[in-house]
């Protein structure tokens, strides 16, 4: 079925009725007493490449069969199925900006036939990553040294949205398989604190630059490059040890070379690989060299499992298909604004921060593919913390606030540092099943008052309860598992844009504020010159600063 606003869908038409029928009144704490094999119809076990496996328990959701049912036909409806094999054939589904969407075929490590333009990439991408992986071996060897002979010590990543929230992440989630001795360091804002703290400690001789851009032409990551540059001349003296200490991760050769950075040097990608996805690609390279190349192709290999499992598992059993469709249930139909990820995990401390580039940058659209202004909502506000901090901090808005605000809990079950007998481990864990279930049954009134509270305390203490939660058991935080999760999400966003009939692959809304910051850029310039331009509150707050900054 071709459409245009999801709402004029007959499956978008009867999910509404069923709402407004049932699905507002669900309760899911009887939905379990109907149904005591509730818990094994709505999990689901992916299993990974190396059989290790991740558990997603969907039971505690406000769904039934006949939801689910009705949000199934809305993704055959919404061809769901027909976008996602279009993206798998490299077909130009970024159609505002004519391109493929390809990261699956960067993690193709069974090097099928991915084409796009007709022309196979799974050489190309291959042959990236055995560069990828010659350069970490040398790196983490030893064997490449700097300017004066030393090995390198520090490594020093410089990009911005994907070409750093992905490295960052993944290097911090993996942080056990790091090599000792070597360190990654990121440097992403334009305030000249992040560059300048983060070499305040280094050592020229033995720090290397890696300058992470799709395009080489983000004002923030040249601008640090350059300071970067300038740092290390200030030792090196020499723009010929340039070669040692610079490598460029980017599609752009042409700016590269205008840089100062040997194309020998250079670790290139394709067009049809969005910033956001990019951690696979060449982008990469500070987590292949801190983490290792083998455990890099583990990372690759646990997406591609998650990429399988998604083009080939009917949609009832799909993972990803079935994450989307919640989301889209409690967007549009429950008025949910908002969504929590909240990993019980240390290591995972990065990965919301991660998923708030992926899912809003993807989804923050208001246009749909036949370019109408949707009567719907759209991109979901992704937001969280790892938990257990974030239960002593915004935890009580999700427990007894006014909003519903679906949450998607994550633990692996192994420790990386099981320690004090496993003591930290089983705490972190109790949380993580306390938490989702505390939000599921909460508190009534007549267990409060038997608690022994009385009068105007009563209603204080009372958790509503039915507040919906997926949680995702994992058995170890392992480079495969933590592909697997990216890749989970990657397909979410992917289902939910699909729906929602937008295109998840653009991101013309960060335009407008980088234009208007040139233009006001020059006229920082002079200090003493007042602006006459721009709105009144514009206006009035850079004359302020311009005599502050004076
Ligand atoms: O903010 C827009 C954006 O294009 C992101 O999508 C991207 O990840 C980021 O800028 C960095 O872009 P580049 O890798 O080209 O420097």
Partial sequence: MTFNLSTDLPAWKKLQ??????????????????????????????????????????????????VLAELLELAKEANVEGLRDAMFAGEKINTTEDRAVYHAALRNR???TMAVDGKDT???????????????????????????GKQITDVV???????????????????????????????????????????????????????????????????????????FLESAKDTKHIAKHFAALSTNAEEVAKFGIDTKN?????????????????????????????????????????????????LSENIPVLGGLLSVWYNNFHGAQTHLVAPFDQYLHRFPAYLQQLSMESNGKSVTRGNSFTDYQTGTILFGEPATNAQHSFFQL????????????????????????NLHQRMLASNFFAQAEALMVGKDKAQVESEGATGGLVPHKIF?????????????ITPAALGALIAYYEH???????????????????????????????????????????????????????????
């Fill in 17 to 66: 009725a069923l709402y407004n029928s049932s699905g507002k009144d669900f309760k899911v704490t009887e939905a379990f007493q109907k149904d005591p094999s509730r818990f094994e119809k709505y999990s689901k076990t992916f299993t990974n490449f190396d059989d290790s496996e991740i558990l997603f328990d969907f039971s505690k959701n406000l769904i039934d069969d006949e």
């Fill in 110 to 112: 069974a090097l099928k």
């Fill in 122 to 148: 799974s050489k190309e991408v291959d042959d990236v990553l055995q560069h990828m992986k010659e350069f970490s071996d040398q790196v983490r060897s030893g064997e490449w040294t700097g300017y004066t």
């Fill in 157 to 231: 990543n410089i990009g911005i949205g994907g070409s750093d929230l992905g490295p960052t992440m993944v290097t911090e989630a993996l942080k056990h398989y790091a090599q000792p001795g070597l360190n990654v360091h990121f440097v992403s804002n334009i305030d000249g604190t992040h560059i300048a703290e983060t070499v305040k400690g280094l050592n020229a001789e033995t720090t290397l630059f890696l300058v992470a851009s799709k395009t080489f032409t983000t004002a923030e990551t040249v601008t640090n490059a350059n300071s970067a540059k300038t740092w």
């Fill in 266 to 314: 250079m670790f290139g990608f394709e067009n049809w690989v969005g910033g956001r996805y990019s951690v696979w690609s060449a982008i990469g390279l500070s987590v292949a060299i801190y983490i290792g190349f083998d455990n890099f192709n583990n990372f690759l290999k646990g997406a591609e499992a998650v990429d399988t499992h998604f083009q080939t598992t009917p």
């Fill in 398 to 421: 999700v427990h007894q606030g006014t909003k519903l605000i679906p949450a998607d809990f994550i633990l692996a079950a192994q420790s990386h540092n099981p320690i004090e007998h």
């Fill in 464 to 476: 509503s309860g039915n507040r919906p939660t997926t949680s995702i058991l994992a058995q170890k």
């Fill in 492 to 550: 979410v966003t992917f289902v939910e844009g699909a729906i929602w009939n937008i295109n998840s692959f653009d991101q013309w809304g960060v335009e407008l504020g980088k234009v208007l910051a040139k233009v006001i850029g020059k006229e920082l310039e002079d200090k003493t010159q007042k602006v006459e331009t721009h709105d009144p509150s514009t206006k009035g707050l850079i004359n302020k600063f311009k005599e502050w900054s004076a």
